[in-house]
């Protein structure tokens, strides 16, 4: 490709981006991030992933672009805004209904950038490129083994901040990742800066401590692992902590200062959040069968998770809540079929109702066969 090409066809890109509502785009040469890879072996090494075999699994196709695609040259960075009109926090303090981490109270954002991202590469194949150029490309959002945060702070479109996630001057901490990788040859763009300086508002604010480091997450300590790709019983020390949050985190990207600059006008309308995912009551959500589950999430990301999971979220918030209501709903998930709805039911019984807790013990405990729930009435008795 003659050297002129490039320097036309970026900003024709990035024009092009912006039409298909990318807040963001910012163009890398595919071997941009070099530390990345070093890095994820580390944070793999360490065991941080907890139990996501997926990222162990394909480690060194995820280390770099090249790793995945060997004739991959340029990465084509992108982000979309899903800036909140309200405060994520405001809600806090209300034990009687569940959070839904922001990223999630819309549109599934996998299905909304996937489009986005196809209909880029199909421009940029048919009218943007002429065929005297032959080449190739993929798309990628999140499922693929691809290191999303570090291409996109090497292409410009902000800075991995110390809670780990890309940081943009002008959508804080409310982006969704993006890459295409082509066999093109383009001009790479200028990285972006870390400008977190000495603020650590993200760090003070994680309830349950999973920063090691600052720009280090222990995902095994972390309320969005935990409640999203943790399938077991969630380990006592962060019940507690785990507050009335039933999908995800956002505290440590709620309290960023660069959030300022998010204006929730740049938000693309699909991820408005939907109004039963905004305060779901827990007492609906314990409530839910699997059909119900399905009905409530059909087209969000929660549907991955399945009903079991979201019953045992909803169970810790609960517990949580101090709403002695809630007993009876809770009792009634002590015979549930599944070990981890029954095992959660019994922390939570505990801490709402005494009485209720002795007597459903007396009743249910002596025929429960499995290890973990016996160790959860053993448990909720010493406590
Ligand atoms: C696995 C994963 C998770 C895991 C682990 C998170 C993590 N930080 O790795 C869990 C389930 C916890 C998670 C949670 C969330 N996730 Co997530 N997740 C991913 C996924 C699939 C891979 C991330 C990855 O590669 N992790 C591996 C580690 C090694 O990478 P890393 O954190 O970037 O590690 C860097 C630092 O540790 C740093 N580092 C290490 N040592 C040192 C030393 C020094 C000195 C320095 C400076 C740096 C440094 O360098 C490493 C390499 O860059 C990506 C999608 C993708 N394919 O990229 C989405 C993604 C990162 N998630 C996303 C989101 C939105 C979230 C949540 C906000 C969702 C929520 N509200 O609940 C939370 C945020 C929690 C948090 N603080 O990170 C977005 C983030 C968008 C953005 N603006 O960055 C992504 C990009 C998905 C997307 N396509 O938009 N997620
Ligand atoms: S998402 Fe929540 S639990 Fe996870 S690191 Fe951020 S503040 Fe901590």
Redesign the pocket.
């Known amino acids: 490709m003659p050297d002129d090409k490039p320097s036309e066809l970026e900003s024709r890109v990035k024009a092009k981006a912006a039409e298909l509502g990318f807040a963001a785009c910012g163009i890398a040469r595919a071997d941009a991030a070099p530390l990345a890879g070093e890095r994820l072996h580390q944070w793999l090494a360490e065991g941080r992933h907890g139990d996501m075999i997926w990222m162990e699994e394909r480690r060194d196709q995820r280390a770099s672009p090249a790793g995945l695609w060997p004739a991959v040259r340029s990465v084509i960075a992108l982000g979309m805004s899903y800036a909140p009109k309200d405060d994520p926090l405001r809600l806090a303090e209300q034990g009687e209904v569940g959070r839904i981490?922001v990223y999630a109270q819309g549109a599934d954002y996998h299905d909304v950038i996937k489009r986005q991202l196809k209909a880029l590469g199909r421009w940029l194949a048919s009218d943007a490129v002429g065929v005297e150029y032959p080449f190739d490309l993929k798309v990628f959002v999140d499922t693929a083994p691809v290191m999303e945060k570090p291409l996109a702070e090497a292409a410009g479109l902000g800075w991995q901040g110390k809670?780990?996630n890309l940081v943009s001057r002008t959508e804080g901490s409310w982006l969704f990742l993006g890459a295409i990788y082509t066999t093109l040859e383009l001009k790479g763009d200028a990285a972006g800066r870390d400008l977190c300086g000495s603020c650590d508002a993200?760090q003070r604010?994680?309830?349950?401590?999973?920063?090691p480091a600052p720009y280090r997450?222990d995902?095994r300590?972390?309320?969005?692992?935990?409640t999203i790709e943790h399938a077991g019983v969630i380990p006592e020390e962060f019940r507690a902590?785990i507050g009335n949050?039933i999908y995800?985190?956002?505290?440590?990207?709620a309290v960023c200062p660069w959030n300022k600059f998010a204006a929730a006008a740049n938000a693309n309308l699909a991820f408005a959040p939907r109004a039963e995912l905004v305060a779901p009551e827990i007492a609906d959500l314990i409530a839910l069968d699997d059909a119900g589950f399905r009905q409530v999430f059909a087209g969000s990301p929660i549907k991955r998770i399945g009903r079991d999971k979201m019953v045992r979220n909803a169970l810790i918030a609960a517990g949580n809540s101090g709403d002695p209501a809630l007993s009876e709903g809770v009792a009634a998930l002590l015979g549930d079929p599944a070990p981890v709805v029954r095992g959660t039911a019994v922390w939570a019984l505990s801490r709402l109702d005494a009485v209720r807790f002795a007597a459903e013990e007396a009743q249910r405990r002596g025929g429960e066969n499995d290890d973990g729930v016996r160790a959860e009435w053993d448990r909720a008795n010493l406590s």
Do not use: E, M, V
């Open positions: 981490s809670h780990t993200c604010a994680c309830p349950t401590d999973a920063f997450l995902a300590r972390c309320i969005s692992y935990l902590g949050r995800g985190c956002d505290d440590c990207l």
